[in-house]
């Protein structure tokens, strides 16, 4: 089982430059999230959804947008990018009531 | 706002003994609790949940309680053991978002 596979794995832009980050899951999850980490810090909800066509902001939505267009995809698109968005980027999938699946992440530079 | 809070960002035991893993929140919508588990470079995986109608669920070593007049939660894994050594995050979900506590670094020493 795939479960859910983020892509890419590693990716460096330039300042002001745009790019989407992939998450695709196999399990059927009406739930997905997206989540970044800082160095040394937890993990903050960008945005989730609850199913196909809903999303919503989480802690620290400004500078993402997302969508949901089918059950199984849930991209991060960064229009912008800022230095202050260097960070590790996880999605997450769940049903309403289980525990959520984590992709491997992905690594984010800015500069 | 920070509304899962685990104030101690690093814990170190002795191999055999008991580790007890704190975990606080602030929004009494909450209704399910898990913790997750993490090595550098990997994910976060799924380690045992709790929901807000126990106060106490049981997996191996693994034990979680719930204290929701106080909203605290714990997490003692029982014994200890090297490969227990990881980032442990405490998560709370109103069964719409789920939200994470900043994590606490496990050591285990052999």
């Known amino acids: 089982n795939a479960g859910v596979t983020q892509t890419p794995k590693f990716r460096i832009l330039k300042i002001g430059q745009s790019m989407t980050l992939q998450c695709a899951q196999d399990m059927n999850h009406n739930y997905m999230y997206w989540y970044r980490q800082d160095p040394g810090m937890g993990l903050k909800l960008i945005y989730y959804?609850?199913?196909?066509?809903?999303?919503d902001k989480g802690e620290v939505p400004n500078g993402y947008n997302v969508s949901r267009s089918t059950t199984e995809d849930f991209p991060l698109r960064l229009e912008l990018a800022a230095p202050s968005q260097t960070s590790v980027y996880f999605c997450?999938?769940?049903?309403?009531?289980?525990?959520?699946?984590f992709g491997q992440g992905t690594r984010l530079t800015v500069v | 706002d920070q509304q899962v809070k685990q104030n101690s960002p690093s814990l170190s035991v002795q191999e055999g003994r008991i580790s007890i893993l704190n975990c606080d929140y602030t929004n009494s919508m909450f209704d399910y609790f898990l913790w997750y588990k993490k090595y550098p470079a990997e994910g976060p995986t799924f380690l045992i949940s709790i929901s807000s109608i126990k106060d106490k669920n049981e997996d191996g070593r693994f034990t979680v309680f719930l204290n929701k007049s106080a909203k605290h939660l714990s997490l003692h894994i029982v014994p200890s053991q090297p490969g227990d050594s990881a980032v442990y995050f405490c998560?709370?979900?109103?069964?719409?978002?789920?939200?994470f506590g900043a994590g606490t670094r496990l050591t285990v020493k052999p």
């Open positions: 959804s609850v199913g196909a066509g809903i999303t």
């Open positions: 997450a999938s769940s049903s309403r009531t289980t525990e959520a699946f």
């Open positions: 998560a709370a979900s109103d069964y719409n978002d789920m939200r």
